[in-house]
């Protein structure tokens, strides 16, 4: 991997790990202190290794350059000598010098009692997951109001007021205790799950999969499941779902990097010890009373690493759905359980369900109707494809659309 992929990759991957440390080490008073300190970071990195080349261990380079900018800053704001260890420093001759503490360990103390930091119940579900997306996934402004559906303007004053109200009230960045975790878990799942979503269905980048999200996000999620006091059904749950999708990575695009539809992936690509993971954690899932959206949504992609086109299958996906729509009703669940329904009741009713649902700004929608419209309308079928093509944002989504309609 050369430098110009390197450093986005790194951004992507050591930019939260950076911010969680030093916003644990600063407090939230100074949160952006820290992502200023992490950007300054990966900008010295992007202009001292084109001069000098790539170190031998670049993360190893970032965290140190992390490091002197950090204790530079502790030192010339006296935010050490005043704010934090003004006792321990009594009656001391030597400088102690301040410790900034990027161990495999603390980052992932530090970015599990981030995540409950910010997803705390003063400031909003939105913002508590955009803060979260910002801050512990890295993401830029554009890519969390493309996630939210809003404007950038929009999602920077949400973020700015979040982290206003966080300081206000004084949250501490550590883990909360039992009842509160159980409280705040949703919201850390959600964002998790929107990150998985963002690599797996992209639209905001000129390319159909980006691993690097979907594997941070596994990442996230096995982190609470290691932890003694997150590890719940629910989350085993996602990250079952998370590994039962991961496993068709492979298949997902061809050689040129164009979308391979469900029906034509080649089985052999799909990941047997990922579906071997998810079948696992699936199993750790069914502790508890609780059935969550997580484990129907893991039960359906369960069986859609099953390469059947048996009525028991599409039997079972349909019922699912029902129970998810119930459970946690969404358009884009509505838009997947008609395609199950067209495997059990034909086309003509998922074309009538479908059309229902009137999801006229929605891709999928467009695209979802001109595959059922084939083979009983033609005219409607390159209409509805025509409408998916205008709102294709990726070139490869562009290029696959166009294919089907040139076979119309």
């Given at each position: 991997?050369?430098?110009?992929?390197?450093?986005?990759?790194?951004?992507?991957?050591?930019?939260?790990?950076?911010?969680?440390?030093?916003?644990?080490?600063?407090?939230?008073?100074?949160?952006?202190?820290?992502?200023?300190?992490?950007?300054?970071?990966?900008?010295?990195?992007?202009?001292?290794?084109?001069?000098?080349?790539?170190?031998?261990?670049?993360?190893?380079?970032?965290?140190?350059?992390?490091?002197?900018?950090?204790?530079?800053?502790?030192?010339?704001?006296?935010?050490?000598?005043?704010?934090?260890?003004?006792?321990?420093?009594?009656?001391?001759?030597?400088r102690i010098e301040p410790e900034i503490d990027l161990s495999p360990r603390?980052?992932?103390?530090?970015?599990?009692?981030?995540?409950?930091?910010?997803?705390?119940?003063?400031?909003?579900?939105?913002?508590?997951?955009?803060?979260?997306?910002?801050?512990?996934?890295?993401?830029?402004?554009?890519?969390?109001?493309?996630?939210?559906?809003?404007?950038?303007?929009?999602?920077?004053?949400?973020?700015?007021?979040?982290?206003?109200?966080?300081?206000?009230?004084?949250?501490?960045?550590?883990?909360?205790?039992?009842?509160?975790?159980?409280?705040?878990?949703?919201?850390?799942?959600?964002?998790?799950?929107?990150?998985?979503?963002e690599g797996y269905y992209s639209l905001t980048q000129n390319q159909t999969?980006?691993?690097?999200?979907?594997?941070?996000?596994?990442?996230?999620?096995?982190?609470?499941?290691?932890?003694?006091?997150?590890?719940?059904?629910?989350?085993?749950?996602?990250?079952?779902?998370?590994?039962?999708?991961?496993?068709?990575?492979?298949?997902?695009?061809?050689?040129?990097?164009?979308?391979?539809?469900?029906?034509?992936?080649?089985?052999?690509?799909?990941?047997?010890?990922?579906?071997?993971?998810?079948?696992?954690?699936?199993?750790?899932?069914?502790?508890?009373?609780?059935?969550?959206?997580?484990?129907?949504?893991?039960?359906?992609?369960?069986?859609?690493?099953?390469?059947?086109?048996?009525?028991?299958?599409?039997?079972?996906?349909?019922?699912?759905?029902?129970?998810?729509?119930?459970?946690?009703?969404?358009?884009?669940?509505?838009?997947?359980?008609?395609?199950?329904?067209?495997?059990?009741?034909?086309?003509?009713?998922?074309?009538?369900?479908?059309?229902?649902?009137?999801?006229?700004?929605?891709?999928?929608?467009?695209?979802?109707?001109?595959?059922?419209?084939?083979?009983?309308?033609?005219?409607?079928?390159?209409?509805?494809?025509?409408?998916?093509?205008?709102?294709?944002?990726?070139?490869?989504?562009?290029?696959?659309?166009?294919?089907?309609?040139?076979?119309?």
């Amino acid at each position: 991997m050369g430098q110009q992929e390197l450093i986005p990759h790194l951004f992507r991957t050591e930019y939260r790990k950076i911010v969680s440390v030093l916003s644990k080490r600063f407090g939230f008073d100074q949160v952006e202190i820290a992502e200023d300190i992490a950007s300054e970071t990966f900008l010295s990195a992007a202009q001292i290794w084109a001069m000098n080349g790539l170190p031998p261990n670049p993360v190893a380079w970032l965290y140190q350059v992390a490091k002197n900018k950090a204790k530079n800053h502790l030192q010339r704001e006296s935010v050490f000598d005043t704010k934090i260890i003004p006792e321990l420093k009594k009656g001391m001759s030597d400088r102690i010098e301040p410790e900034i503490d990027l161990s495999p360990r603390n980052i992932i103390d530090s970015q599990l009692q981030m995540m409950f930091a910010i997803c705390n119940p003063v400031i909003s579900a939105e913002a508590q997951i955009g803060l979260s997306l910002r801050i512990l996934c890295g993401f830029g402004i554009e890519e969390i109001a493309d996630a939210f559906l809003t404007s950038r303007e929009t999602i920077s004053k949400r973020l700015t007021r979040a982290r206003e109200r966080l300081r206000g009230q004084n949250i501490k960045i550590e883990m909360p205790d039992a009842a509160q975790i159980e409280a705040r878990l949703e919201n850390v799942l959600t964002t998790i799950y929107l990150l998985f979503n963002e690599g797996y269905y992209s639209l905001t980048q000129n390319q159909t999969l980006r691993k690097d999200l979907c594997l941070e996000a596994m990442r996230l999620c096995i982190m609470l499941v290691e932890n003694n006091s997150t590890n719940k059904p629910q989350v085993n749950a996602l990250l079952s779902l998370m590994c039962f999708h991961a496993s068709r990575f492979e298949a997902r695009t061809d050689e040129n990097g164009e979308t391979v539809l469900y029906e034509d992936q080649d089985e052999l690509l799909w990941n047997a010890e990922l579906i071997s993971r998810g079948g696992y954690y699936l199993h750790c899932a069914a502790n508890g009373n609780q059935v969550s959206k997580y484990h129907l949504e893991a039960a359906i992609a369960y069986w859609n690493t099953r390469k059947t086109d048996s009525p028991e299958k599409w039997q079972n996906i349909l019922k699912l759905y029902d129970q998810l729509l119930q459970t946690a009703w969404s358009p884009m669940a509505a838009l997947h359980r008609i395609y199950a329904l067209s495997k059990t009741g034909g086309k003509p009713e998922a074309i009538a369900a479908a059309e229902k649902l009137q999801m006229d700004d929605n891709l999928l929608y467009f695209l979802l109707l001109g595959e059922l419209y084939q083979g009983i309308d033609t005219g409607k079928a390159r209409e509805n494809l025509q409408k998916s093509l205008e709102l294709a944002k990726t070139a490869s989504g562009k290029h696959t659309i166009m294919k089907k309609l040139s076979t119309l």
